[in-house]
Each structure stands twice: as structure tokens, then as C-alpha cells.
């Protein structure tokens, strides 16, 4: 009898321990499951998950369902979620900073994508951390094309567009070449073609893909003017409130994960384009005169980037340029 109540006790202290030594976090999302980044990031919490030994334990919550894209941020500061992923450009209202990898044709492709990422990282984590938010990694989007049934040889074609945005950067856009900007986030936006809200975006095939926007849109102009990057973040009091070895389990498997994640974004852009295709959409090499007027407005919105965002902004954009 004794040693019954022995026993008891001691499974009763084992449960207890493995409850008090495991950790749980949420982690929401703004894209599909199936997106590129969430598949990333379903492999990055199963490697947490494996390297520490099952101590932290992350619950992914894709597509938008547990906070919308642009209230994940705020979440994880307030750790309400312990982690998130988050479209750095959806916050450059916050801080200019923020919105630099969404200035048009300042980095358009994936080895300059990288080399912005590299010249701003820095600052970028300053700022995360000073909002006691710690970055994790992040991954670029693949490079951004213009959704349009219309023909468009110039900017003065997209005039009187419904136009989406996922930023304040891809609404002045719209306001710089006459076309009216809503706001819609990645997880309303099939129901926002459908319904003909919006007759038009910008973004990667990715999110083409991702939405079904072949169903409503026939044009897909590749203008490849910038890639904006979701970044993954924590809550630093979270992060600090974890034991050494499983901190060092999940840096890892964040290194990872960045490699990982920019290698599927470049190998995967191709793919999407392809599927759009196949799906009956035209992949258009955007005529000269399109090129050249949004290379004009890219400028302008450089200039009045630097203006806002000031010396630390500069020298982020001429750090950029040494590379
Ligand atoms: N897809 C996201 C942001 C950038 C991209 O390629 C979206 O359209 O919301």
C-alpha cells in the first residue's frame, strides 16, 4: 500500500515536471498553409520541436486565424502570441525603417534583396528590440508584378484602377499613377476580386497563386520592382524566460530556416509563374514605357523615403550601395 502511494507521488512529481519543463507557444501567421513561408515555417517548429527535446512545443496559426497581418506585430510585443510572422512593410508608418525593402526597384532581384537585408539588418533588430521584440529571420517574397485585366503600356493605363494594397507603400503607388487604393489583406483578397472590390495588385506570384487571382485577373506583368520580406519574431521576455540550450535550439533552427526560406522563395518563383499559366494567365515582359514610368515612381518614393527615415535611413541605402 505504501508503495503504491510511492509510486503515485513520484508519477504524479514526473507530470508535473515535464508540464512546468515544457514550453507552449503561439505563432500566427497572415499566409496559407500551403504558402512557401508557412511550410518554412512548419518545418522551422518541428526542428524547435526535435532539437529541444520536445521542451518547446509552437502552435502555428496560418492564414490570418488567430490576428489579422497587421496586428501580429503588436501581438507579439505585447506577447499575447510568444511568436509571429510579420510583412516588415506593413509597419513603415511605425518607423520609415521598416518599409525600406518596399521601395520600388531599389533592390530587384534575390542577390540585392540580400545584400538590403544585410545593410539593414542591424538597425532593423535595434528597433525590434527596442519594442522588446527579438528577430528571428526573415525571407523576401518573390520579386513584385502588377495583377490587371487591362493593357497596360504606361502608368497612365492603370489611371481609375481599384487598386489593392498590403502597405502603405503599394497604396502611394497607387495614388502616384491615379489608381484607387484599398487596403486588403492576403487572406480576404480572393473575396475581394470576387466580389470586385479590387480589379488589380501588386505582388508575387506567390500570393497570384496563393489567392486563385486566375479566375479574375488575365494579366500578370512582371515588372519585378521589389521583394518585401516577412520577417519571424518573439517576444523577448519569452525568449529570455527559456533555458540556454533550448535558446540555442531555436537560433538554430531560425539560421535555417532564413537559408532555407530564400532558397524555396527563388526556386519556387519560377514554379508560380508557371502555374499561373498553366491556369490560363498571360506573363507579360512589361513594355518600356511601363518600366521607365514606374522606375519614376520608384524614385520619387526613394526620395521621400529618405526624407522620412533621415541619416540612419541613408546610411542604411548607402550601405546598400557599397555592397
Ligand atoms: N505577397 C503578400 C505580400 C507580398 C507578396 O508577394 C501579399 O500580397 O499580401
Redesign the pocket.
Known amino acids: 500500500m505504501k508503495c503504491i502511494r510511492t509510486l503515485a507521488a513520484l508519477l504524479g512529481w514526473s507530470v508535473a515536471m515535464i508540464a512546468a519543463a515544457q514550453t507552449k507557444w503561439d505563432m500566427p501567421t497572415a499566409?496559407p498553409a500551403t504558402n512557401f513561408h508557412t511550410e518554412n515555417i512548419t518545418q522551422f517548429v518541428a526542428d524547435v520541436d526535435r532539437a529541444s527535446g520536445g521542451k518547446l512545443k509552437i502552435t502555428v496559426h496560418a492564414n490570418a486565424s488567430l490576428f489579422k497581418?497587421n496586428e501580429i506585430k503588436r501581438a507579439v510585443q505585447g506577447n499575447q502570441a510568444q511568436a509571429g510572422e510579420i510583412?516588415l512593410v506593413n509597419f513603415e508608418n511605425e518607423d520609415p525603417l521598416f518599409g525600406l525593402d518596399g521601395v520600388p526597384f531599389l533592390a530587384t532581384s534575390y542577390a540585392d534583396a540580400m545584400k538590403l537585408y544585410k545593410a539593414e539588418k542591424k538597425v532593423l533588430e535595434d528597433k525590434l528590440a527596442k519594442q522588446g521584440i527579438k528577430l528571428l529571420y526573415t525571407v523576401a517574397?518573390?520579386p513584385?508584378g502588377i495583377y490587371a485585366n487591362r493593357t497596360l503600356n504606361s502608368a497612365a493605363d492603370m489611371k481609375g484602377l481599384k487598386w489593392r494594397a498590403?502597405s502603405p507603400a503599394t497604396s502611394r503607388i497607387a495614388e502616384l499613377v491615379g489608381a484607387q487604393p484599398v487596403t486588403v489583406?492576403?487572406s480576404e483578397?480572393t473575396q475581394a476580386l470576387a466580389t470586385g472590390v479590387v480589379d488589380s495588385?501588386m505582388?508575387?506570384g506567390?500570393?497570384g497563386f496563393d489567392t486563385k487571382t486566375y479566375e479574375s485577373i488575365k494579366n500578370f506583368y512582371d515588372t519585378q520592382a521589389w521583394l518585401?520580406k516577412n520577417a519571424v519574431i518573439v517576444n523577448q521576455q519569452a525568449f529570455a524566460a527559456l533555458d540556454k540550450p533550448t535558446q540555442d535550439a531555436l537560433l538554430k533552427a531560425a539560421a535555417d530556416a532564413e537559408t532555407r526560406g530564400w532558397k524555396a522563395s527563388e526556386d519556387k518563383n519560377g514554379w508560380y509563374l508557371d502555374q499561373l499559366k498553366q491556369k490560363g494567365m498571360t506573363i507579360v515582359k512589361p513594355a518600356p514605357q511601363l518600366t521607365a514610368d514606374l522606375k519614376k515612381v520608384g524614385d520619387t518614393m526613394l526620395q521621400d523615403w529618405l526624407k522620412k527615415a533621415g541619416p540612419e535611413g541613408q546610411s542604411a541605402v548607402d550601405a546598400y550601395r557599397k555592397m
Open positions: 499566409y497581418a510583412l517574397w518573390p513584385q498590403y489583406q492576403a483578397l495588385y505582388s508575387s506567390s500570393t518585401p
